[in-house]
């Protein structure tokens, strides 16, 4: 009888991997009505047992862990977080987006949507003149672009960077109306998240700076969420770029809340207003005492 071949490997492990042993569970010889039945399924390889309501945290986990292997592996060191609206239309989207205009009502809303067009370029012009500076620090990747994966603001970040010749990352999520990712997320840094707070952790975990364009409840909840963090210390302070003075002093009357007494007039401080990409990058340079 031959002797079976010695595993001499001192450095593998000796227990097979996972991959392994679910092959081996596949390959099982024996059609029975117990190898049949869901119990007898492998848990990790059980769909239907990792949806159960008692696996949420192990769903957590997973979500947390997932883009934080995925980004340590891609070697992202920090990232330049923009976000903003899904409805601002691309300049050459403008025409699509007045045409379907049919009552005034419509038309005067387009017509606002096509003015914040200009928030699409700078967006545009603010990931590709980042991206282009292509920034090594130990070894990883600085600034990389971050956005929500989605359309009009989040695509033109994207774009920006691909157009440089640059990677980045979308942070998508799963909706009740599909939000597919934009085309110029580079596709394995493109994530999908079931839960929101896992999704808004990991936008801000690598975060070294923040860009804000106008947007609706999404934006505005990432915004406060941000600034609450830094406010109360949860969070060290981070260059947070509010693009468009006229629609944010619009929009949200920050002077009423230090007037009321519930912030502080250094609150103010958290944030920039800046209208261009220049801008921008001119706050996060002089913050981490950058070239310029």
Not at 154 to 174: F, H, K, P, Q, Y
Not at 258 to 271: H, M, P, Q, R, S
Request: aromatic share 10%.
């Amino acid at each position: 009888m031959s002797e079976k071949p010695r595993d001499r490997d001192l450095v593998d492990h000796k227990f097979y991997h996972a991959d392994a042993e679910a092959d081996f569970a596949e390959s099982a010889p024996d059609d029975t009505p117990q190898t049949r039945h869901p119990s007898y399924k492998l848990a990790f390889r059980d769909t239907e047992f990792l949806l159960r309501e008692e696996l949420r945290p192990v769903r957590f986990q997973l979500e947390l862990l997932k883009p934080e292997m995925v980004l340590e592996e891609a070697r992202v060191g920090s990232t330049l977080v923009m976000y903003g609206s899904a409805r601002i239309p691309a300049p050459e989207q403008i025409d699509d987006v007045m045409a379907r205009a049919k009552t005034p009502e419509q038309k005067k809303i387009a017509e606002k949507l096509a003015e914040k067009s200009r928030y699409y370029v700078e967006a545009h012009k603010l990931a590709k003149l980042v991206s282009e500076k292509s920034i090594i620090e130990d070894g990883l990747r600085q600034f990389v672009i971050c956005s929500g994966g989605g359309p009009s603001i989040m695509e033109a970040a994207n774009r920006g960077a691909s157009e440089a010749g640059a990677e980045s990352v979308g942070l998508n999520i799963v909706l009740p109306h599909e939000q597919a990712p934009n085309p110029y997320v580079t596709p394995y840094l493109s994530l999908n998240f079931h839960y929101f707070a896992l999704r808004k952790m990991h936008f801000l975990i690598r975060a070294r700076a923040v860009a804000v364009f106008p947007g609706g409840f999404g934006t505005c909840d990432e915004l406060f969420e941000l600034l609450t963090l830094i406010q109360t210390g949860k969070m060290k302070p981070i260059p947070v770029l509010l693009f468009g003075k006229n629609f944010w002093d619009r929009v949200i009357n920050f002077e009423a809340l230090v007037e009321e007494g519930t912030i502080n007039a250094a609150d103010l401080d958290l944030f920039q207003r800046v209208e261009t990409a220049e801008q921008a990058w001119k706050h996060i340079a002089q913050f981490y005492e950058l070239d310029g």
